[in-house]
């Protein structure tokens, strides 16, 4: 659902041509709700799509048609699927030796590869819900992390092995997993305990390194972060804030110092921040240089300055549902080539939107594709 369309979606944005094979009834996040609402149009665009019954022997054939003209070949099925479909790297390798693989996996090859992977699942059992929620309460992480960057991976991958193509003329498989990304995620927490011997705590319990380095609720109940993470910040942070006598306490001068005071310092900056405003408190902050961030909701983020002034969202014309055709703001790639972001080619695909176009560039007449999609074989 996300993680092989990311990795799709980063080439895509990049200039690939990506066809997306779906079900001739769609896929299935075309018609999710709630916390899903927002997959397809976020994930598909600059693709085509193309909708083919890969069940049917017709369909299988049209799909392997397709993959012998492409370059990348990217799957997000659980072991096993792909092969029998004559869809695996080792059957489409054979008539497409210069094929890169990218296959999305929720392990990688060995004892766990059976089991049936999701972003939730994969968080609980290697550390990142234990570190995100309090003691004794696993949280997962507020976003699809694993399945995004399980995506960004697997690109990665692609990458990297069109580039040994390039030297070596052959093309190989190349393979990403939710578990593994997951552990590389915590790999700076199995790192701690490593060099201290000490477990890591999880992070709303962790041992801060820093003094000043937390969220405040101030006037209005509105909440803020604050940080100094330097003794020079904290000097600069008390003359802004005007704390001379908490900048002149010998205890409090440097950063040890002042974590060994942490629970009585964090309790006298937050009773004297609680009548001053959020803005008021982000303003003194912004003109210091030091570090804050109001706390904000991710609609919110759809008036930031920043985004808007940069060119950070795109306009998008949703495909499904009630507001079919409806233009929306969505975030683009995170990068910069030649100082330009990577904009919107095509819109999220209507369901088949380019089955005709991609058939006929396969060499199926206008009346074969006809039968086709008469017969539900395509869509």
């Known amino acids: 659902m996300v993680m092989g369309p990311t990795c799709g979606m980063v080439l895509a944005d990049m200039g690939a041509e990506v066809i997306k094979v779906e079900p001739v009834a769609g896929e299935g996040t075309r018609r999710l709700l709630g916390a899903g609402a927002g997959f397809f149009p976020m994930f598909n665009r600059n693709k085509k799509s193309i909708g083919i019954d890969i069940h049917s022997p017709e369909g299988a054939e049209l799909a392997r048609k397709l993959c012998a003209t492409a370059d990348v070949v990217c799957e997000n099925f659980k072991p096993g699927t792909m092969q029998k479909y004559g869809l695996d790297y080792e059957t489409i390798a054979r008539t497409n030796p210069k094929v890169i693989y990218a296959s999305h996996k929720g392990f990688l090859p060995g004892p766990y590869d059976h089991r049936t992977a999701l972003d939730e699942v994969v968080q609980m059992m290697a550390g990142l819900a234990y570190m995100t929620g309090r003691p004794g309460d696993p949280l997962r992480a507020g976003t699809s992390v694993n399945d995004i960057m399980g995506g960004l991976f697997g690109a990665i991958g692609v990458l990297g092995a069109l580039i040994q193509r390039g030297i070596t003329g052959k093309g190989m498989e190349v393979q990403s997993a939710l578990y593994e990304n997951n552990v590389f995620l915590v790999g700076q927490h199995m790192?701690?305990?490593?060099?201290?011997?000490?477990?890591?705590?999880?992070?709303?319990?962790?041992?801060?390194p820093w003094a000043v380095y937390d969220v405040f609720t101030v006037k209005d109940g509105e909440q803020i972060f604050l940080?100094?993470?330097?003794?020079?910040?904290?000097?600069?942070?008390?003359d802004t804030m005007g704390f001379a006598d908490l900048k002149d306490e010998p205890e409090l001068a440097t950063n040890n110092l002042?974590?060994?005071?942490?629970?009585?310092?964090?309790?006298t900056i937050a009773e004297r921040l609680a009548h001053r405003s959020a803005a008021e408190l982000a303003s003194?902050?912004?003109?210091?240089?030091?570090?804050?961030?109001?706390?904000?909701?991710?609609?919110?983020?759809?008036?930031?300055?920043?985004?808007?002034?940069?060119?950070?969202?795109?306009?998008?014309?949703l495909p499904d549902g009630p507001r079919a055709g409806d233009s929306v703001k969505t975030t683009l790639f995170p990068i910069t080539l030649a100082g330009q972001r990577l904009g919107i080619r095509l819109h999220p695909p209507r369901l088949g939107e380019h089955s005709a176009e991609l058939l006929q560039g396969i060499g199926l007449a206008e009346a074969d594709i006809e039968q086709l999609r008469a017969r539900a074989v395509i869509a």
């Not at 974590?259 to 309790?267: A, D, G, N, T």
């Not at 003109?287 to 998008?316: C, M, N, Q, S, W």
């Open 227 to 238: 940080a100094a993470v330097s003794d020079a910040q904290w000097r600069t942070f008390c």
């Open 191 to 208: 790192l701690q305990y490593a060099v201290t011997g000490k477990p890591a705590n999880p992070m709303p319990a962790r041992d801060n």
């Open 258 to 267: 002042r974590v060994v005071q942490r629970p009585r310092l964090i309790k």
């Open 284 to 317: 003194l902050m912004e003109k210091a240089g030091l570090p804050f961030a109001p706390i904000r909701k991710p609609e919110d983020l759809y008036d930031d300055e920043h985004l808007l002034a940069t060119g950070g969202l795109a306009d998008v014309k």
